[in-house]
């Protein structure tokens, strides 16, 4: 049988020397991203997050069976009306307009879609939402973690909404997860419903609020850190291309 396709877009290219060893840019991302979803039974096509519109964005996601939006940099705060706090760290237009456009994209054609740590705050953002750019200026906060440093994750449970697709998915009704942001999505828009949060109130993971719309799933905390011996973790990846397989290719 034919591994589901699903389209990931890699971190932005790798200057020369990020690599040891590497004479040239590379392209890459964290392994276990693809290790998790190879353990679901997926077969990844990474490529560049350039710049692209609407139109180009379809066509990409015309060819796969899915998406997966990954971590990284924050996005830009003018993607969603709001000036730049001094917090605000690794934004690349490029990237910025690529995954957004993908996420539009895949609520637009029904392409199953699975948005994690940034890939949730893109996925909110294109659907109208907007960011917390700073978790560290509240008060009572869980430890989320610091992202981009060796050792910067921490772990902390969220409550998961009964009912949802991602309840569904992971089986349970509290979780125990790995966080290393300090962003998260404050507002989801019209079309997204909350699905689950932490004891300091942060959300955690968004969906379609339509029940009837594609399974495109939302998390804030990183699965793919612990899924290799966490099976619920490893749900989200098994249920997210269990969902690419019953549509793969779709008449596409």
Same mark, same amino acid.
């Not at 290219?13 to 040239?24: F, K, M, P, Q, Y």
């Not at 899915?66 to 009306?81: C, F, S």
């Not at 921490?154 to 997860?177: C, F, I, K, N, W």
């Given at each position: 049988?034919?591994?589901?396709?699903?389209?990931?877009?890699?971190?932005?290219?790798?200057?020369?020397g990020?690599?040891?060893?590497?004479?040239?840019?590379?392209?890459?991302?964290?392994?276990?991203?693809?290790?998790?979803?190879?353990?679901?039974?997926?077969?990844?096509?990474?490529?560049?997050?350039?710049?692209?519109?609407?139109?180009?964005?379809?066509?990409?996601?015309?060819?796969?069976?899915?998406l997966?939006?990954?971590?990284?940099?924050?996005?830009?705060?003018?993607?969603?009306?709001?000036?730049?706090?001094?917090?605000?760290?690794?934004?690349?237009?490029?990237?910025?307009?690529?995954?957004?456009?993908?996420a539009?994209?895949?609520?637009?054609?029904? $392409?199953?879609?699975?948005?994690?740590?940034?890939?949730?705050? $893109?996925?909110?953002?294109?659907?109208?939402?907007?960011?917390?750019?700073?978790?560290?200026?509240?008060?009572?906060?869980?430890?989320?973690?610091?992202?981009?440093?060796?050792?910067?994750?921490?772990?902390?449970p969220?409550?998961?909404?009964?009912?949802?697709?991602?309840?569904?998915?992971?089986?349970?009704?509290?979780?125990?997860?790995?966080?290393?942001?300090?962003?998260?999505?404050?507002?989801?828009?019209?079309?997204?419903?909350?699905?689950?949060?932490?004891?300091?109130?942060?959300l955690?993971?968004?969906?379609?609020?339509?029940?009837?719309?594609?399974?495109?799933?939302?998390?804030?905390?990183?699965?793919?850190?612990?899924?290799?011996?966490?099976?619920?973790?490893?749900?989200?990846?098994?249920?997210? $291309?269990a969902?690419?397989?019953?549509?793969?290719?779709?008449?596409?």
């Amino acid at each position: 049988m034919t591994r589901p396709l699903v389209a990931v877009p890699t971190y932005p290219r790798l200057e020369r020397g990020t690599v040891r060893g590497w004479a040239d840019d590379g392209v890459g991302l964290p392994a276990r991203y693809l290790d998790a979803l190879h353990r679901a039974g997926g077969q990844e096509a990474c490529f560049l997050p350039d710049a692209r519109d609407d139109a180009a964005a379809a066509s990409l996601l015309s060819r796969v069976d899915g998406l997966m939006l990954v971590g990284g940099g924050d996005l830009d705060p003018a993607t969603y009306g709001a000036p730049r706090a001094a917090a605000c760290y690794g934004v690349d237009a490029a990237r910025d307009a690529c995954e957004l456009a993908l996420a539009r994209a895949a609520v637009a054609l029904g $392409v199953p879609t699975l948005a994690i740590c940034r890939g949730q705050q $893109v996925l909110a953002v294109a659907l109208g939402g907007s960011l917390d750019q700073d978790l560290a200026g509240g008060v009572d906060r869980v430890d989320h973690g610091t992202p981009g440093i060796a050792g910067g994750s921490r772990t902390h449970p969220v409550e998961v909404v009964s009912g949802s697709r991602l309840g569904a998915t992971l089986g349970v009704s509290t979780a125990t997860v790995s966080s290393q942001h300090h962003q998260a999505v404050v507002a989801g828009g019209p079309a997204v419903h909350p699905v689950a949060c932490a004891p300091d109130g942060v959300l955690e993971a968004i969906e379609l609020a339509s029940p009837d719309g594609p399974w495109i799933v939302g998390v804030q905390w990183h699965p793919e850190d612990t899924a290799e011996r966490d099976p619920v973790q490893q749900r989200l990846f098994d249920g997210f $291309v269990a969902q690419c397989a019953s549509t793969e290719r779709r008449g596409r």
